[in-house]
């Protein structure tokens, strides 16, 4: 890290926690205790009040009353901006959101009490895929190639070599949104089915334009795979169903029963997903 973001990482940690041992900034920045010493010595020279307590529970610390200020955003805005980023952390694990949760908390003033809370805890999947989510940001970032062992909803395994575009996450999981040179086409893979991803060495010029655009022009060609189905249901498990199934359309056949449309996805690989 060049010294001068470490600076600057140190500065918006100090403003969101107390007396914060030097031994521990050595090790979260990767660096020694004396540089950690220097950098004190650096920060307070351009009038940042900086002040060590000496002690068990010593520790540096920033003073206070000395705060960053925003005024282009409404208090009640930045909190809610907080709040949604400390829920969003829950579910998905990076630690450039833990950073910027880290920076806006430097911001705001954490008066008042929390009003509303989230927690999407229950959403967030296995530390495997978090760590693949990891990997593949690295590889859309550089635009490397990866290849892959994946398991299809069939049960099908195969090995394929892609251009990783995006990760998205949907329908309570995350997946990978690629192009495949040799079916010349877009394709999705659920994350929890990769096994021994391996990141090439050599890079994919191909551009893609809109990623977003192509990700929805892929899920409608996904859609017309599916199949509608009827599925009928006593009227007493009306505020079930409801809650299960809110944009499907009920109708009443009788006093005594009610049905339900749905759509499903056909039992077959189409080609676009593979989830």
Not at 83 to 99: H, I
Not at 106 to 135: C, H, L, R
Not at 236 to 252: A, R, V
Request: charged share 30%; aromatic share 12%; hydrophobic share 35%.
């Amino acid at each position: 890290m060049v010294k001068i973001d470490r600076l600057l990482e140190i500065i918006i940690y100090l403003l969101n926690h107390d007396h914060v041992p030097a031994s521990y900034l050595a090790e979260r920045f990767h660096v020694s205790v004396r540089t950690i010493q220097r950098d004190m010595i650096s920060i307070s020279s351009i009038g940042i009040p900086v002040y060590a307590d000496a002690g068990k529970n010593g520790g540096y610390s920033i003073l206070p009353n000395y705060k960053i200020k925003n005024t282009d955003i409404r208090d009640d805005e930045q909190q809610l901006v907080v709040k949604a980023l400390k829920s969003l952390a829950t579910s998905y694990t990076s630690d450039t959101l833990n950073s910027l949760i880290e920076k806006y908390n430097a911001i705001i003033e954490k008066e008042g009490g929390q009003k509303v809370f989230w927690d999407f805890s229950v959403t967030k999947e296995n530390q495997q895929v978090q760590d693949m989510n990891a990997m593949l940001e690295q590889a859309i970032a550089r635009k490397n190639y990866i290849s892959f062992d994946y398991r299809n909803a069939n049960g099908d395994y195969f090995h394929p070599t892609v251009q990783p575009l995006a990760i998205h996450y949907k329908w309570y999981a995350w997946y990978l949104f690629t192009y495949e040179e040799t079916r010349q086409d877009y394709r999705t893979f659920k994350v929890a089915r990769m096994n021994h991803l391996i990141i090439e060495e050599n890079h994919y010029e191909q551009e893609h334009g809109n990623i977003e655009e192509r990700m929805k022009e892929s899920e409608q060609a996904y859609y017309k795979t599916c199949i509608h189905i009827e599925v009928q249901f006593d009227k007493d498990e009306s505020g079930l169903i409801k809650e299960y199934f809110p944009d499907c359309p009920i109708e009443k056949i009788d006093d005594r029963v009610r049905r339900i449309f749905m759509m499903f996805r056909q039992k077959k690989d189409c080609g676009k997903h593979c989830c």
